[in-house]
């Protein structure tokens, strides 16, 4: 099973942390405030309290056994790509890094970062689900139990009818529409059949969205 850091856990970072664990993933989360490691205590497999800038403490961590480490730090600039570059000179297999601005964003695909997002246009929760499974193309929280999910059709579903792969009895989840290159179709009868690059639009409970997020890992 994939193991998750996620450094600098402000509102943003807190959303990927604990929605990472309640996909049952081993997450650590780092921070430097006392405050904000006791709030997400619960939401955690470990949370601690330390300096990720300092390249010692990261190693002293394990940082470089995490699949992938998140850096979420706040309005400091500096030390997101300081820790950014600490990262991937230790040969951290996947970094994801939250920047400030298309400039800062810039700066961390120049210092290797492996991706970027913009808080204001990435949900924390959206790129949590994203991490786990690469077909996760998009998420919608409708309910505090309810999800809208855009997932990109897996081999095992390709030329087969929605009645031949029974999402519903399966997953529990309702196919709301197909996406086929531009076109969209709404509202998909039982007999049309999904083919390579379809991306689906499912509607249906968290926790049967989670079945759909195992069927096919991501990297």
Known sequence: MKQFAVIGLGRFGSSVARTLYELGYDVLGIDLDEEKIQNMADFTTHAVTADATDENTLKA?????????????GQDIQSSILVTLILKDLNVKYVVAKAQNELHGKVLY????????????????????????????????LAPDYSVVEIAAVPEWYNKSLRELNMRAKFGINVMAIKKDKDINISPKADDVIEEGD?????????????????HPNR
């Not at 961590?61 to 850096?71: A, E, Q, T």
């Not at 970062?113 to 990435?122: M, Q, T």
């Open 61 to 73: 961590l394990g940082i470089r056994n995490f699949d992938v480490v998140v850096v979420s730090i």
């Open 110 to 141: 120049k210092i290797g970062a492996d991706r970027v997002v913009f808080p204001e246009r990435d949900m924390g929760m959206r790129v949590a689900h994203n991490l786990v499974s690469s077909n996760i193309l998009d998420y919608i929280e």
């Open 199 to 215: 991306v689906l639009i499912v509607v249906g409970s968290n926790e049967d969205l989670k079945k759909l997020e195992r069927i």
